[in-house]
């Protein structure tokens, strides 16, 4: 190589090095740039992946329901839905009284399925909560009942224990008791804020660890007046002894349409749920 040409080369070198070391940095800068943005991109829908599910867990934290006397048929879930909103739980009677109103039916299970509506089955054959035998008697009549209509095992089976009721603890314990036995899961409705029976349920807990860890509670206290799903109170202000073990709450009784009671359930009770 001759001198000349050597000094033109390294000029043309001490040019093009330069320029390829800038070149390349800029490069790294866009890449880095992108690779940042993408990583944030994906940051930011993480988190509003999670907001979303949060959100979903918080909705599905509160479940809106009535219970009714009411044969569920077409026209009253219409009647319900169009001056209530559609309810995700409805509660109805296992077994109906005689001139007086019908029990749950296989045709209104199939309804309700249909709907994608949950069904809480309530046992209320009896004005007498008293007495150990007692409490066995109507829980095994109370299961017999739910087998006839081919309720599924593990669902929950409300006692309904009006205010007038006579009670004792040991009509809740053997309650609790045989319906656990047939593998069905105890529950009891009732005042558990003022009544009677709040200091019931207080000495069974007390007596039987089955009763304060299985049982669980459907309060009508405190009343304040039945709503649209969507006016429902905010918050599960149910009145218990054992609020960890309170699952509802029948915040508003004897509504002016369709004959309907509304309530809030706990979302806990999902599981328990036919």
């Known amino acids: 190589m001759t001198p000349r040409f050597k000094k033109i080369w390294i000029s043309v070198l001490s040019v093009v090095i330069p320029l390829l070391i800038i070149g390349a940095a800029s490069l790294a800068v866009v890449l880095y740039s992108d690779d940042d ?62 001139g007086a109103y019908k029990g749950l039916t296989s045709q209104e299970i199939k309804l309700l399925h249909k709907n994608k509506l949950s069904v809480l089955p309530i046992y209320n054959q009896f004005t007498n909560a008293t007495g150990k035998d007692n409490g066995a008697k109507e829980a095994k009549r109370a299961i017999q009942a739910a087998k006839n209509l081919k309720v599924p095992k593990e669902t929950l089976i ?16 053997a309650w609790t008791k045989t319906i656990v036995d047939a ?34 509670l459907w309060t009508n206290t405190p009343s304040k007046g039945t709503s649209t799903k969507k006016k429902a109170p905010k918050s ?32 806990q009770i999902q599981s328990d749920l036919w």
């Open 37 to 98: 943005h993408q990583h944030s991109d994906k940051s930011s829908q993480h988190h509003e992946s999670h907001e979303k599910k949060e959100h979903k867990q918080e909705k599905a934290s509160k479940l809106w329901g009535i219970d009714t006397v009411n044969e569920v048929t077409q026209p009253f879930l219409k009647c319900v839905n169009d001056h209530f909103g559609k309810p995700d739980v409805v509660a109805r009677y296992l077994t109906g009284k005689k």
């Open 158 to 173: 409300i006692a309904d224990i009006e205010p007038k009721y006579p009670v004792d603890k040991q009509f809740i314990i």
């Open 183 to 216: 593998h069905y899961k105890p529950g009891i409705y009732g005042n558990f804020g003022h009544d009677n029976l709040k200091g019931v349920y207080k000495q069974a807990q007390k007596s039987d660890k089955q009763v304060k860890k299985q049982l669980v």
């Open 236 to 267: 599960f202000e149910g009145a218990s002894p054992n609020s960890a073990q309170t699952i509802g709450w029948q915040y508003g009784i004897e509504a002016k349409h369709c004959n309907i009671d509304t309530n809030i359930f706990k979302g």
